[in-house]
């Protein structure tokens, strides 16, 4: 279907990814054990890391597949980025393991072939006029600032983090123009342990520790952001939200006030600090509900808060989620990551994620209303179990399906005049899950030929959606 495209002549079209889910090579070059490498897999991995008993000495790697050798990027990172040049990217955003940069995350130097690395995989973005979008941290966290720590509730680790990033901007400052600071920071309200590297026994799931934690993260972004801009003011950083359009699910009042409330606390809260440089009117209300009191907040703080607010938002979106407090008779989405109830209108994926393009419109509209600023989406997509043929193909028309509303959804965001920066879907090349360790939950227009168990060849194929993104780069959105 060809239409008349209202991208921008400059949209960045791409892909993303995240170290700990693609690369491998996790005992090379001196890089350290990153929390990512003890998440058991399967399931119920959240589950089994945020209980009390989850042996955190345990060498996991023993025990769990594949997220330590991801699908191997660490040596395929040249043919991986020519398969996206051949798509067209205009973009690639990744992120950089700080445990291949400073191994225990608080040592005096860096790790100079961790950097070399990144240095590469840069380069060869560069050499096919990819522009990288770097996210400084993507749920990892060296395992002994986890340990040794207690991950963010402490304030050294923005110390530690301040030289990370002073490190990665004079390394790669003239060559990349854009990063992102925490991946999702909202979603440790839900898994601090993934987002703030707090292990359970010392006290992760206490909310006051993740708000303390939050704060911390609040203050290591501003100074991101004024190292970035003192060491070029062309340099972008933003803010990166897990985004869950989230509806009243009906007009009774007290639906919607819950859903008002659910709303400022899981899309907002972090945003309105991050972008408005200041915790927002009902943050009182927020620490009440849950008996959080005297965190270290200092005046400088606040007013570093003020003056390096981000220069743009990146959300992820995957789905809607609607509110209910009057009965409790709903169904509830289990996969929805949020919680919620079900709603009847929307349909889900596999994993019961449930599927809403137009929340997407909504979420954008709703974003730039609040804040004016450029808004990146930089995850989107569709987790499913793909079939590779004896020919080697994949027919995901499913795949094709979700992405081409979600852009259809952008497109008229765009004509409601929201300035969206650029679309990078989620896990452009099949990687392992975040929410379940394995690689049977595939995102890609490249399929990896890697099973749960380890078994299969990491060769690459191209799935049908990758043709079908081609047309689209090609044609700037008008050929969905
Ligand atoms: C986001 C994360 C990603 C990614 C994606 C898909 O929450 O930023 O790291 O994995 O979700 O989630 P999953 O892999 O659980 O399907």
Redesign the pocket.
Known sequence: MISKTNFPKNFLWGGAT?AN?IEGGYDLDGRGMSIADTLPGGKNRFKIVESDDFDWSIDSRKYRYPNHLGIDFYHHYQSDIKLFSEMGFKTYRFSIAWSRIFPRGDEEYPNKAGLRFYSEVIDECLKYGIEPVITLS??ELPLFLAKEYGGWKNRKLIDFFEKYVQVIIKQFGKKVKYFLTF??IN?AGQHPVMGQGMIPKTGSLNKQNVFQAWHNQFVASSRAVKIAHDFNRNIQVGCML?YATSYAYNSDPRNQLANLQNEQEFNYFCGDVQIRGEYPAYTNRLFKKYGVKNLEITDQDLSELKKYPVDFISI?Y?MSTAIEVTQNSHDTAAGN?IGGVRNPYLKSSE?DWQIDPTGLRIALDKLYDRYQKPIFVV?NGL?AKDKLTKDNKVYDEYRIDYLRSHIQAISEAIADGVPVMGYTP??CIDLV????GEMS?R?GFIYVDLNDDGTGSLQRFKKESFMWYQRVIKTNGADL
């Open positions: 995240a889910q993507h749920y991946n999702e979603s897990l992820s995957y990551l994993w995850e987790g989620w896990g899950s975040a929410s379940t939950k995102y």
